[in-house]
């Protein structure tokens, strides 16, 4: 098959030309700048965001590639079937990995997922005989939609089933069609293409998501109690770090470590560390975006409202309003709380790495 490689640069403050994100096989792949890798991640985002992980998660990736690290990134459109989000994850990095051979052969690799991420790459250590030194797991969550998201089943359910018919002829819509590619081609005007490339799945995720919830599908799949026998039956990578947050009120990581530790298939060979870290749930969405030329900064919180605009009514709305914080001008630069948090972040991940890069470990 064709290879498709796209060279993206945008600078370490903002969206200069100095670092290079590749996109190789679907996946987003991000080398360090100085020198031969250390050690490979493939990492997974959250839900909505995990679309464009190059962005969403830019300065966290980018951080973890100053630090020697080549990372893989493997964006999803969100919906409720984890199994195909956790199959198409791994068959995007597997053929970003075998093309990448001759840089990343002998390199210890590590699995690194945020929120749904997480899930995912507990899915896959369940599913595949992953070759894992290990998984970092970030703000795991496995709630039920109804309990994820409040007010799910008794406003949203209905809402999207009644507007349903509604944005399926707005979708089909010659006018509004043309109005979109009017307001498109402004913004193109003012943002480079390839940026626009790079956002636009998060907004082509929204309308299957809308229509899911029209054709009466409210859990997610596989659900929580079936994904946590799975885990227990089948999660074959040995070595993990369980990161939570202090500020995170919807995080699950101790439920995690008690599976892993007690019930689990692999816990007789677990080697398994759990660090409390300073920050939300969002943290590693922290972004920074000093020095934006006034018309790029004008496009962008244009596109943050759209992104916002369409996620109304539905389970996302409060991602969708972080993403459009993480993408919009209005806080440019990062809290020196919030910055010194994500650097804090970052060092225990890499040291964490540091010490676990030997042999690759699979269940037994």
């Not at 991000?30 to 464009?52: E, Q, T, Y």
């Not at 019930?263 to 870290?277: F, H, N, T, V, Y």
């Not at 975006?289 to 496009?299: C, E, F, K, N």
Request: net charge negative; with cysteine; aromatic share 8%.
């Amino acid at each position: 098959d064709r290879i498709l490689t796209e060279t993206v640069r945008q600078s370490q403050g903002g969206w200069g030309s100095l670092t290079d994100w590749t996109e190789i096989e679907g996946a987003w792949v991000l080398k360090p700048r100085n020198g031969r890798a250390n050690s490979v991640v493939h990492f997974i985002g959250g839900i909505f965001v995990g679309a464009a992980p190059q962005l969403t998660y830019r300065l966290f990736l980018e951080h973890l590639a100053e630090k020697g690290v080549m990372v893989i990134a493997t964006p999803y459109a969100s919906g409720f079937d984890y199994f195909h989000i956790a199959d198409e994850a791994q068959f995007k990095f597997d053929r970003a990995f075998r093309f990448l051979q001759e840089s990343v052969e002998d390199l210890p690799t590590f699995g690194m997922g945020h929120s749904l991420g997480s899930v995912i790459h507990l899915l896959i250590g369940s599913r595949y005989a992953v070759q894992r030194s290990g998984n970092v797991l970030m703000a795991f969550n496995n709630k039920e939609a109804s309990l994820a998201i409040p007010l799910f089943s008794p406003v949203l359910v209905p809402m999207a089933q009644n507007m349903g018919p509604i944005l399926s002829q707005i979708a089909s819509s010659p006018t509004v069609r043309m109005g979109a590619e009017i307001t498109l081609k402004q913004i193109e005007n003012v943002i480079s293409p390839p940026f626009m490339k790079q956002a636009f799945p998060l907004i082509e995720q929204l309308h299957p998501l809308y229509m899911d919830l029209v054709n009466g599908r409210e859990e997610f799949s596989p659900k929580p109690e079936e994904t946590c026998r799975l885990i227990t039956s089948y999660y074959g990578v040995s070595r993990n770090l369980l990161i939570k947050f202090t500020d995170d009120s919807i995080d699950e990581t101790l439920s995690l470590a008690k599976v892993l530790s007690s019930e689990s298939a692999i816990s007789s060979l677990l080697d398994m560390s759990i660090r409390s870290l300073p920050g939300d749930h969002g943290l590693p969405l922290q972004q920074g975006l000093p020095d934006v030329p006034p018309a790029m900064a004008d496009a962008v919180n244009r596109g943050s409202e759209l992104f916002t605009n369409l996620a109304v009514g539905t389970p996302w709305e409060t991602v969708a309003k972080e993403v459009g914080n993480t993408l919009g001008t209005d806080n440019q630069i990062p809290r020196a709380q919030s910055s010194r948090d994500l650097a804090k972040l970052v060092d225990v991940i890499t040291s964490w790495m540091a010490s676990n890069a030997g042999p690759k470990v699979l269940r037994p």
